[in-house]
């Protein structure tokens, strides 16, 4: 695959024997690997490191695979998953793909199958996902993560970088603001609702027309915040 360079994949499994021979392959293979022994920690990673994929065990210590998954998706991640499980009960694979799982592998499994699964999502995932995110006169460049407003650049900070594409990446979803948190500075972050405030109020300032009377980035009483990708009547 020419273009693994700089890819990175997230290891979620509690078998030491499978972890460290599935890194080691996808290492030799180009990727770059991040590693969790139980799903509380496999969560934290997925939120905080940006890994392109996870290759996910169900069966695992803190949180399973399902709770994993589960969080990732309520709190808005779209990071491609593929799990890894002994059980291949046609319910338990219904189970996964309805978390979102975009593959189900079931244990004992071929390694050649795995990384050509693996290949497999993210070439769809580059294929169906944009790098470029827009609303009004503003631009946002995933890869680059270069912001323009009327084609001039906006100075972000990473915080505000992240907040901004998780906004506009999700159009119309109200988020609260530990979902807000999670999304911008991390899961664990013990970061406060003022803090969201300040940092939404600075989005405001920096791409609404009016930031005193806001269109796009709304506050959604008693709930949190959302962006609205078409003005609201």
Do not use: C
Not at 142 to 150: P, Y
Not at 165 to 175: I, Q
């Amino acid at each position: 695959m020419s273009d693994k360079k700089g890819q990175r994949v997230l290891v979620v499994e509690d078998d030491l024997s499978i972890l460290t021979g599935l890194s080691m392959s996808l290492r030799y293979e180009g990727f770059e690997v991040l590693q969790a022994q139980d799903g509380k920690a496999g969560l934290q990673k997925a939120l905080d490191e940006a890994p392109d994929l996870m290759v996910l065990d169900i069966m695992m210590p803190q949180l399973n695979g399902y709770e994993v998954m589960e969080e990732l998706r309520k709190r808005g991640s779209t990071l491609p998953v593929i799990v890894l499980s002994a059980r291949g009960m046609e319910r338990d694979k219904v189970t996964g793909l309805d978390l979102g799982a975009d593959d189900y592998l079931v244990k004992p499994f071929g390694l050649q199958e795995l990384l050509a699964r693996i290949r497999s999502v993210l070439r769809r995932r580059e294929r169906d996902e944009p790098q470029v995110l827009a609303f009004d006169d503003t631009r946002i460049d995933l890869r680059s993560k270069h912001v323009t407003r009327a084609g001039a650049p906006v100075e972000l900070t990473a915080q505000e970088f992240k907040l901004l594409a998780h906004f506009v990446g999700n159009p119309g979803r109200t988020f609260s603001r530990d979902e807000l948190l999670s999304a911008a500075w991390g899961y664990g972050y013990e970061g406060t609702a003022r803090t969201v405030d300040n940092f939404v109020s600075q989005l405001r300032a920096k791409f609404e027309k009016n930031p005193d009377e806001p269109v796009r980035f709304s506050t959604v009483r008693g709930l949190g915040y959302r962006f609205d990708a078409e003005p609201r009547s």
